[in-house]
């Protein structure tokens, strides 16, 4: 990207700035939205060029894909929020104290449709690892993986191992079927610093 791109970009991912340069938008190449999908910062983008009135100032293909993503980004939110709420009641249900760490807190603190997340990451004490586990087993969750759309369940092995080397479970996964949000994975941290 050339130096007014990059400007360019800067700007649409900040979406808590009051400062908006409308003359960096002549700058609005694919390689700016190609950076902006990159770096998932679609939904900040279309937020920063509505929040400035700027929309009709970028060509139509720009921001139809803005918009697209920024609208999927709010769909997807509200799965996640439902993930979130659920796996809140199993946490109660269960008596042990855990955490939801990154994704969880930012979709809240992040305006409306700027940050999704992928899974919910929870960090819970050693000794609670196997209590959690055993709630989320009984609520449907099998631990494992997904590869090209597919759940591909973990052997007794990787689950052992993940445990003994990464401070951190295989993620739990359940086939959720929300827009958006056709899995929802859990990951079980229980050291912020393992070090193996």
Not at 115 to 137: E, F, M, Q, Y
Request: positive net charge; proline residues 3%.
């Amino acid at each position: 990207m050339q130096k007014k791109e990059k400007e360019l970009f800067k700007q649409l991912c900040s979406f808590r700035s009051d400062r908006f340069d409308k003359e960096l938008l002549q700058h609005a190449s694919p390689a700016v939205l190609g950076h902006l999908f990159f770096n998932r910062m679609q939904g900040a983008a279309y937020s920063v060029l509505k929040k400035n009135e700027c929309l009709g100032a970028v060509n139509r293909e720009f921001r139809n894909s803005l918009k697209g993503a920024y609208e999927q980004n709010v769909e997807r939110n509200r799965s996640f929020f439902q993930c979130v709420r659920l796996l809140s009641g199993l946490l109660a249900q269960c008596g042990c104290s855990a955490a939801m760490l990154k994704g969880a807190l930012l979709c809240r603190l992040y305006p409306e449709g700027c940050r999704t997340a992928n899974d919910i990451d929870l960090l819970v004490h050693p000794r609670d690892v196997g209590l959690l586990g055993r709630a989320l087993s009984e609520a449907g969750f099998r631990q494992g993986n997904i590869r090209n759309g597919a759940f591909i369940p973990a052997a007794r092995r990787e689950i052992i191992e993940s445990k003994l080397t990464r401070g951190e479970t295989v993620p739990y996964i359940l086939e959720i079927g929300l827009p958006y949000m056709r899995f929802l994975e859990v990951d079980i941290n229980f050291s912020l610093d393992y070090k193996n």
